[in-house]
């Protein structure tokens, strides 16, 4: 999810139960398969399958999940998965975007508009809300590799665009910003001198916020953890901007 840093609180909280843990499982090994399926079954020899597994050990995946999920992908029986972007509209105008990978596009096209239509959204066209994105590359860090100005200097070193750090003690971190086409190489470069990453993806970053009020935003809180709930949704993107105060009116 991406939005207002609260939505990412909401999100590493969700994620401390054992029902979320194996549901970010399913998902990361789904990344991995599609990975695989789509290039060299070796991370030495595949980006994007890198990533894929970097990812999944960031979140304490079991090795043996992530050599299932490149395996599958080798058999002739697995499932064949399609990269499905859908784009919408939530409460107050916020533009919605979803990354799907699914067997079955029916099935998903259908929870997703249900979903939006349900909750005070609209699903539109393709390309009727990414050009209020960009592509980008997005690297984190926890707070423990250092301060905002050795990580912005780390950054700047490695070819970064940007970086924002949140000192929250429970859930900040440094989130560093890349080009799409960099982020590899950049990655590689701060992993020299900050070490592994948490994470590292590519992301719809907005490029102006819609702020909303606690009673839309409640609902559009509510469209973004249903969408994330289902099996084949990997990730939710939205343009929102939610304030303190009317955050700590939202039940979550």
Known sequence: MAGHSHAKNIMHRKGKSDAAR??????????ITVAAKLGVP???FNARLRLAVANAKS???????????????????????????????????????VEALTDNRNRTASNVRSTFSKNGGALGETNSVSF????V??????????????????AIEAGADDVETDEDEEDGGHTI???????????????????EAESVKAIWK??????????????????ISILEE????????????????DMAKIDV
Not at 132 to 135: A, E, K, P, T, Y
Not at 184 to 191: F, I, Q, T, Y
Request: charged share 30%.
């Open 22 to 31: 194996s549901k970010v499982f399913s998902k990361l090994a789904r990344e």
């Open 42 to 44: 070796d991370p030495a």
């Open 59 to 97: 979140q304490s995946m079991p090795k043996d999940n992530i050599e299932r999920a490149i395996k599958k992908a080798a058999g002739s029986d697995g499932e064949n998965y399609d990269e499905v972007r859908y784009e919408g509209y939530g409460p107050g105008g916020v533009a919605v975007i």
């Open 132 to 135: 209020m994105f960009d592509r």
């Open 137 to 154: 590359g997005e690297i984190f860090y926890p707070l423990s590799v250092g301060d905002a100005d050795k990580v912005m200097e780390a």
């Open 177 to 195: 910003y890349t080009t799409f086409e960099t982020m590899g190489e950049v990655a590689a470069a701060l992993e020299k001198t900050l070490g």
């Open 206 to 223: 907005p490029q102006n916020e819609t702020p909303v009020d606690a009673e839309k935003g409640a609902t559009l809180l509510k469209l």
């Open 230 to 245: 289902d099996d084949d949704v990997q990730n939710v993107y939205a343009n929102f901007d939610i304030s303190d105060e």
